[in-house]
């Protein structure tokens, strides 16, 4: 790879390192002050952000590293470590991303659904559990790659990334039907004079919710948007068996660009959710009023 591109490479990815870094570290101490989201939801979106804190921290650093090799030639036994410790990093972060962002579209399908149960259902705890599981699953398959086989564990991750696309999916579908048929409802309802309180949403705020849902779902498809082409080309790569300068720039493309995904979050969760950009708001004003 020519050094001025190799150059251009690691400063964006030190960039990127930088504001996922920053942007997920302000979004896990304004999630704390948030009191409107429910426990057990605000845990997986804590989730969520520290798995980007992780790459911004972590894995991008590494990556930046990596790619440096082509400027300046590191030593080759420090260079296999350091690539190890990004793919195992890369590989878990990943999985317990997409697994996660999956069970929040699980969870707001649950509150539809269960009206006034959900809370009793959805604990903390219960919460905990699923997370301690997609932690496991994605540190065993990332062990499994690096120390073990690399097919297997491509073919269980890559079914497992396939089967939350589609549960997720499932999801919204089911929460698109129940919305409108609860609207039909309502329009029913008023034409023929009974209270609008009345339906399969009684117990919640509608426009809050629909403000959640709408939220992760911008997550989700952000999520999908940067790792598709990484997945497409390693995927293309691996079967072909191509090799060469040319694979390694749309790699290191493809990968920077789902890297992206974890400087993108903090700015989606500020747009999306007005308690989050509120809190933000105020942690940077104290911040600054602080260190003036």
Wanted: charged share 10%; aromatic share 10%.
């Amino acid at each position: 790879m020519p050094e001025g591109l190799a150059g251009f490479f690691v400063a964006l990815n030190t960039f990127l390192s930088v504001t996922a870094s920053l942007g997920n570290a302000l979004i896990l101490v304004t999630l704390h002050k948030v009191s409107s989201v429910h426990p057990p939801t605000k845990l997986l979106f804590r989730c969520l952000a520290v798995t980007d804190l992780g790459v911004g921290l972590i894995t991008q650093p590494l990556y930046a590293t990596t790619i440096q090799n082509f400027v300046t030639k590191i030593k080759w036994n420090i260079l296999y470590y350091v690539e190890v410790i990004r793919i195992v990093s890369s590989i878990i972060l990943c999985e317990v991303s997409i697994f996660t962002s999956t069970a929040i579209s699980v969870d707001r399908l649950l509150a539809l659904l269960l009206g006034l149960r959900y809370r009793h259902v959805v604990t903390l705890r219960r919460v905990c559990v699923l997370l301690t599981c997609f932690w496991l699953t994605s540190i065993s398959i990332a062990l499994t790659y690096n120390f073990w086989s690399r097919s297997f564990s491509l073919f269980i991750g890559s079914g497992l990334i396939a089967l939350s696309v589609v549960i997720s999916i499932f999801s919204y579908t089911r929460i698109f039907f129940k919305l409108r048929q609860h609207h039909e409802a309502q329009v029913q309802g008023v034409h023929q004079g009974q209270p609008n309180g009345e339906g399969i949403l009684i117990s919640l705020n509608i426009t809050r919710y629909k403000k959640t849902v709408s939220s992760i779902a911008y997550v989700q498809l952000a999520l999908v948007a940067c790792y598709v082409p990484f997945i497409i080309s390693l995927v293309s790569i691996m079967i072909t068996g191509r090799r060469g300068m040319s694979a390694s720039i749309v790699l290191i493309s493809v990968q920077t660009f789902a890297y992206l995904n974890s400087s993108l979050n903090p700015i989606l969760y500020c747009w999306k959710i007005k308690e989050v950009r509120q809190a933000v708001k105020d942690t940077v004003r104290k911040f600054c009023c602080s260190s003036s």
